[in-house]
Nanobody, 127 residues
């Protein structure tokens, strides 16, 4: 019903920046909340950030990261895209990053609350 494709991953040195994008297609007329998750080998899939369709509710797992400009989630509904800007990156940010859509529109922090997932994009931060 909804297809998601991430892009923008790659290799970056510690302290550098990456901007991830997620393009949605299919039933994009629904007011889905969108989330970003990440998963490293041997680790569980972890919540990063979520944003509702209106942008009126934005949720970061680590609020200090948002305050300090480390992570910023945004969306452009006209283009059916959601982005994750990552600055001052650290080696522990290394993971496969996934975007996900929540048809309920709440933008929860649990992976089980999301209905559609992209294939993921690899982000590697070297030290």
């Amino acid at each position: 019903q909804v297809q998601l494709v991430e892009s923008g991953g790659g290799l970056v040195q510690a302290g550098g920046s990456l901007r991830l994008s997620c393009a949605a297609s299919g039933r994009t007329s629904q007011r889905h909340a969108m989330g970003w998750f990440r998963q490293a080998p041997g680790k569980v899939r972890a919540f990063v950030a979520a944003i509702r369709w209106s942008g009126s509710f934005i949720y970061y797992l680590d609020y200090s990261d948002s305050v300090n400009g480390r992570f910023t989630i945004s969306r452009d509904n006209a283009k059916n895209t959601v982005t994750l800007q990552m600055n001052s990156m650290k080696p522990e940010d290394t993971a496969v990053y996934y975007c996900a859509a929540d048809r309920e529109g709440m933008g929860e922090d649990g992976p089980g609350s999301y209905d559609y997932w992209g294939r993921g994009t690899q982000v590697t931060v070297s030290s």
